[in-house]
């Protein structure tokens, strides 16, 4: 079969939400598709940058069938890929072969330092596949929940969106320049501004003395990568033991003045602190993902960090 491989259109994405759900249903066998993923829009992804995401259709094909997809991201020196969707018809075909490739393409284009992925650690077959590429499995990473019960306590942190024009610039360069602490390069600026301009949550920053000790980005409603009723942090870094503790806090906190009933977290095992800290802390572990990494070496998530981050 002739594929055709070019970039992800805006009018396509409704398309590659019902694609995505059959495809992970499938896998899963999950009966009902629709209730793959719980209301969370992993296609909004496409909003960071629409020359990030890779389509693959049939050459020569009237209708223009959208038979599989994935999207990239790019934060600074570090960039990750999914999801990467192929239709459960067109399984085994090279079609996410093809998609790899061209995300490969765009990695080298770019000069990335390293870049990652999440997938089932009990699926051979996922492991294999992007073991084809170069991919080495790392740590397990656990994604954590928790029913956060209604509080007095004020959230201290503060809301990127409810900052002032001449503040928001400020605490952008704040954020690059602790995260770049952690990882030289590591970038997540432009994930903090389209969570803000697409209304798909807000970023909490949490300062200590006029001194950042800690941020999250966080997800919540309809629009957002997040589950009904839940809030979820795509990404969040702390400085300490002390000021994890603090931002998991000011994040339940933050979860039930959005109104939602849960918080979800992902944390890399590689982060053996921050995993126990949220063992403590009565979150419940809701699945286990494999991290991969090219090359396969040391990142942002180690021993000696304070990482939310799941990679899905």
Wanted: hydrophobic share 40%; charged share 20%.
């Amino acid at each position: 079969m002739n594929i055709e491989i070019s970039s992800l259109k805006e009018k396509d994405l409704q398309k590659a939400e019902i694609l995505l759900k059959l495809a992970f249903s499938t896998f899963l066998k999950l009966p009902n598709p629709i209730e793959f993923a719980n209301g969370a829009q992993y296609y909004k992804r496409w909003y960071n940058n629409s020359s990030f995401a890779f389509a693959a259709k049939k050459e020569n094909n009237l209708d223009n069938e959208l038979i599989g997809y994935v999207i990239l991201v790019k934060w600074g020196s570090f960039a990750g890929l999914g999801p990467i969707v192929t239709h459960p018809d067109y399984w085994n075909q090279g079609i996410a072969s093809q998609l790899m490739k061209a995300a490969l393409a765009k990695f080298e284009e770019w000069g990335i330092k390293q870049t990652g992925l999440c997938t089932y650690a009990n699926s051979p077959k996922h492991i294999y596949f992007y073991g084809k590429f170069g991919y080495a499995p790392r740590f397990l990473i656990a994604l954590f929940s928790k029913f956060i019960p209604n509080t007095q306590q004020i959230l201290k942190a503060k809301r990127y969106s409810q900052l002032s024009n001449q503040q928001q610039p400020e605490f952008l360069t704040a954020a690059y320049q602790f995260t770049d602490k952690i990882y030289a390069g590591l970038d997540l600026r432009w994930e903090i501004e389209v969570v803000n301009q697409h209304s798909l949550g807000d970023t909490l920053f949490l300062w200590e003395n006029e001194t950042l000790i800690g941020f999250a980005i966080c997800h919540y409603g309809k629009v957002s990568e997040a589950q009904t009723n839940t809030c979820y942090i795509k990404f969040g870094a702390a400085k300490s033991s002390e000021s994890f503790q603090k931002l998991v806090n000011e994040c339940e906190i933050f979860t039930k003045t959005v109104n939602m009933e849960s918080l979800v977290a992902g944390v890399d095992t590689a982060c053996e602190a921050a995993y126990q800290i949220m063992l403590s802390k009565n979150y419940a572990i809701k699945s286990l993902m494999a991290s991969m990494y090219k090359p396969n070496q040391i990142n942002y998530s180690r021993p000696d960090t304070y990482i939310l981050n799941d990679l899905r």
